[in-house]
């Protein structure tokens, strides 16, 4: 609850501040995923080590400790970003009502905001899916590859470590590029890794990982336009953020599911144990060409505000 209820504020804070330059917002999200990525992959090493020498008392100990620093810091430390005309006052019976009708919320980004809201909704879909397959990735890594805890690991640690470049790089990027390129790049990127484990296995999948690293950094780009473009619909930071993080946890639900039949079924009834793999190329590619026919409009809208201010 805690984590959800941090990455929901953090994303509205950002939004407020960075809202009206899509490109300095998705450069923003990049850095904060590059930093985000960072503390999990220090945190998981160090919680390795503090275990190894005070039990896992000693690392939960230390985490509270940390989270207690952060709550502090957070509220003496960090300023209202939200323009008091726009807050709402609290309403104990609205907020039940609204805690019960938020699995359901992501209905709204999908029916409720527009079509162009709900076309970068479409895409955040496309684009977050695949990261919910880690179940599946497990079984490959087990049953076809063949690998130990210990390679598996390494293949995870990789992992991490190219998203943090990822992200680092694509905040540099997507300010020179612009969302349209840099979301071009990125999208076709992401099908690297895929490819290569669709037709060489594990080294494939290593080397498809490194050569597209930039794909782990693709969802900032259409995070970034979906902010401008819901704040351009009259739709509230912090509303949108709630919605966005309902869809994801949608999607976590349901990617499990889906990958592990789409595996079954292939390797089954199909004779392609890859068709998870195939899935993700399938979504890529989708994405590809709805972000290349949708988002100019977006970067027009940005150039058209420039000029008249």
Not at 109 to 123: D, E, K, M, N, Y
Not at 157 to 172: E, K, P, R, Y
Request: glycine share 10%.
């Amino acid at each position: 609850l805690g984590m959800s209820w941090f990455f929901i504020s953090n994303q509205a804070i950002i939004s407020d501040i960075a809202a009206s330059d899509p490109e300095r917002l998705s450069a923003t999200m990049g850095v904060q995923m590059a930093l985000v990525g960072a503390g999990f992959f220090v945190g998981a090493l160090a919680a390795g080590r503090l275990a190894e020498y005070g039990g896992s008392s000693l690392s939960y100990g230390t985490s509270a400790t940390v989270g207690a620093m952060a709550a502090l810091l957070v509220t003496f430390g960090m300023p209202e970003t939200l323009l008091p005309a726009k807050r709402v006052p609290f309403h104990a019976p609205a907020a039940r009502k609204m805690i019960l009708q938020s699995p359901l919320s992501c209905l709204r980004l999908l029916f409720q905001h527009g079509r162009q809201v709900q076309t970068l909704a479409i895409l955040l879909i496309f684009q977050t899916v695949p990261m919910f397959m880690g179940d599946i990735l497990q079984v490959f890594a087990r049953q076809e590859w063949d690998l130990s805890t210990k390679e598996y690991s390494s293949f995870i640690a990789l992992w991490s470590v190219t998203g943090i470049c990822a992200n680092t790089i694509g905040s540099f990027l997507v300010r020179t590029l612009g969302i349209k390129r840099f979301m071009g790049i990125a999208t076709l990127s992401s099908m690297c890794a895929p490819i290569g484990a669709t037709f060489f296995g594990f080294r494939g999948t290593v080397l498809g990982s490194i050569m597209g690293f930039l794909g782990s950094a693709q969802s900032m780009g259409i995070n970034a336009a979906l902010v401008s473009q819901a704040r351009e619909s009259g739709v509230p930071q912090g509303e949108l953020a709630g919605e966005r993080a309902s869809l994801v946890a949608m999607l976590k639900v349901i990617g499990p599911i889906l990958y592990s039949t789409l595996y079954v079924q292939g390797r089954g009834k199909l004779g392609l144990k890859q068709l998870p793999f195939v899935f993700n190329i399938c979504l890529a590619a989708s994405a590809f060409v709805v972000s290349q026919l949708y988002l100019p409009s977006l970067d027009d809208v940005k150039k058209e505000t420039k000029t008249s201010s």
